[in-house]
T-cell receptor, first 115, second 114 residues
Framework: GDSVTQTEGQVALSEEDFLTIHCNYS??????LFWYVQYPGEGPQLLFR?????EKGSSRGFEATYDKGTTSFHLRKASVQESDSAVYYC??????????????FGKGAKLTVSP | DPKIIQKPKYLVAVTGSEKILICEQY?????MYWYRQSAKKPLEFMFS???????DNQTASSRFQPQSSKKNHLDLQITALKPDDSATYFC?????????????FGPGTRLTVL
């Protein structure tokens, strides 16, 4: 079945540090890949998505590039801020007819940014 | 104004009881979903509905029953509650249940089963 692997469970950085959160996926066909962010007490919010190989998604200074060759969609940000502290989820959704529209999520990475 | 309302925000139940989690969306969407998030598992898909019809069910137990009385409502009835059911339950919606339409999530109902 479809799966998403996030290797970092916790990420601790200082303001202005560079962020990388790794995401690898396993799915047949061409899934759409997503990054969601979740703040305490709230539901996940979409950061951005990408649907094609080499497509870059970006929002609020975060970005990720769909790489079908390495089945990856790593999240990066050049300079993090304290307000970026949250849990980040990588997710995928297969878009073929009949497969439904469920999102399959990774386990999440909790980012803590210190001032 | 919140576009997806989930009620209640917190819920405490005893083992063996039954509870209903409420979800209403005011986004004009045609597809609605339930996800579960617990300490043991990440966000986990449970059900999807499109135009009030069940499209996908990934929940093994029949104790979980979605109920769609109106197009913009998708409640979740849970019977014979167990401590393992303790989790935060998120309702989500999207304009359609196909294509690349974004799923918007509600704030969640945090259920604790004693």
């Amino acid at each position: 079945g479809d799966s998403v692997t996030q290797t970092e469970g916790q990420v601790a950085l200082s303001e202005e540090d560079f962020l990388t959160i790794h995401c690898n996926y396993s799915a047949s066909g061409y899934p759409t890949l997503f990054w969601y962010v979740q703040y305490p007490g709230e539901g996940p919010q979409l950061l951005f998505r990408a649907s094609r190989d080499k497509e870059k998604g970006s929002s609020r200074g975060f970005e990720a590039t769909y790489d079908k060759g390495t089945t990856s969609f790593h999240l990066r940000k050049a300079s993090v801020q304290e307000s970026d502290s949250a849990v980040y989820y990588c997710a995928l959704r297969r878009m073929q007819q009949g497969t439904g529209s469920k999102l399959s999520f990774g386990k999440g990475a909790k980012l803590t940014v210190s001032p | 104004d919140p576009k997806i309302i989930q009620k209640p925000k917190y819920l405490v139940a005893v083992t063996g009881s039954e509870k209903i989690l409420i979800c209403e969306q005011y986004l004009g969407h045609n597809a609605m979903y339930w996800y579960r998030q617990s300490a043991k598992k990440p966000l986990e898909f449970m059900f999807s509905y499109s135009y009030q019809k069940l499209m996908d069910n990934q929940t093994a137990s029949s104790r979980f029953q979605p109920q769609s009385s109106k197009k913009n409502h998708l409640d979740l009835q849970i019977t014979a509650l167990k401590p393992d059911d303790s989790a935060t339950y998120f309702c989500a919606s999207s304009l359609r249940d196909w294509g690349s339409y974004e799923q918007y999530f509600g704030p969640g109902t945090r259920l604790t089963v004693l």
